[in-house]
């Protein structure tokens, strides 16, 4: 979509508000919550939306970050068996690892190795009711996310603990993220701290606060892949490859 010639992305779409006087009204809030997205004062050690090249960061609240020690997740809701995981539980878990493409709605998208877990190890442990048929996370840095519990065992969704061989960045979602490549990277929630299974759908981060859909998935159309020479690609929209990603075996 295009407004006086220029793209309508998140970025302009946030910038109308903190130009518009609601903002003075509610001193920097875009949708009921702070906007930090254009302030240039955040200290360094915070994760904040960042460029980096090979793979940028998003954060839509400036965050310093898990501390393991005081970390667990809490799996719980419609459930026979509520868990706390601790840290070192996780990795008790079965791996998997892909390489696998992470779009945002930026229009820009990068590829890693993921190694984690797939939902149906946690669904084998808590045993989840009949009628729970929607999953909703909540995350460190007061985000959150709701899928379906069925989107959640699709092929290449992961849990992920580690990225690149290594674990999550601080950047990335130390200790926990949600990987589902067919989905836009708001879904694709960091920071992980409660998994909660219910029957109704609850709240999204990005489509509460702003014109985003509920489901997420990857539109057909224009890709600028950080990894591709800058040239944008068409895509035919789900999960997006390039002609230099590994496919799925
Ligand atoms: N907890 C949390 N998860 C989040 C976000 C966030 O701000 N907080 N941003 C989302 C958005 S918009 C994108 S594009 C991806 C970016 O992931 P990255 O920072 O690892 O590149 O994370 C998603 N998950
Ligand atoms: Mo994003």
């Not at 903002?23 to 200290?43: E, L, M, Q």
């Not at 996780?90 to 190795?113: D, H, M, N, Y």
């Not at 946690?122 to 999953?135: C, E, F, G, M, S």
């Not at 849990?159 to 067919?182: C, E």
């Amino acid at each position: 979509m295009k407004i006086l010639g220029q793209k309508l992305n998140r970025r302009f779409f946030l910038s109308l508000f903190s130009l518009s006087a609601l903002s003075t009204f509610f001193s920097k809030k875009a949708f009921g919550v702070s906007d930090y997205r254009r302030d240039k004062n955040i200290p360094k050690q915070y994760v904040q939306n960042r460029d980096r090249p090979g793979f940028f960061i998003r954060s839509a609240n400036p965050f310093m970050g898990v501390d393991v020690n005081g970390w667990s997740l809490s799996v719980r809701g419609m459930v026979k068996n509520p868990i706390t995981f601790e840290y070192e539980d996780l990795f008790g878990l079965k791996k998997t690892s892909q390489i696998s493409r992470l779009k945002c709605v930026e229009c820009w998208s990068a590829t890693a190795q993921w190694e984690g877990f797939r939902f149906q190890e946690v669904i084998d442990r808590v045993q989840p009711d009949i009628n729970a048929k929607y999953v909703y996370f909540q995350s460190a840095d007061s985000y959150y996310e709701s899928y379906t519990l069925k989107e959640l065992v699709r092929p290449r969704v992961l849990m992920v603990l580690r990225m690149n061989d290594k674990p999550l960045s601080k950047d990335h979602g130390f200790p926990l993220r949600l990987i589902a490549p067919f989905k836009y990277g708001y879904k694709n929630i960091k920071y992980i701290t409660s998994i909660e299974f219910a029957d109704s759908r609850k709240r999204n981060y990005w489509s509460n606060h702003g014109p985003y859909s509920v489901d997420g998935t990857i539109q057909p159309g224009t890709d600028h892949p950080l990894d591709f020479k800058k040239k944008p690609l068409s895509i035919n929209g789900g999960e997006v490859f390039h002609p230099f990603d590994k496919r799925p075996l």
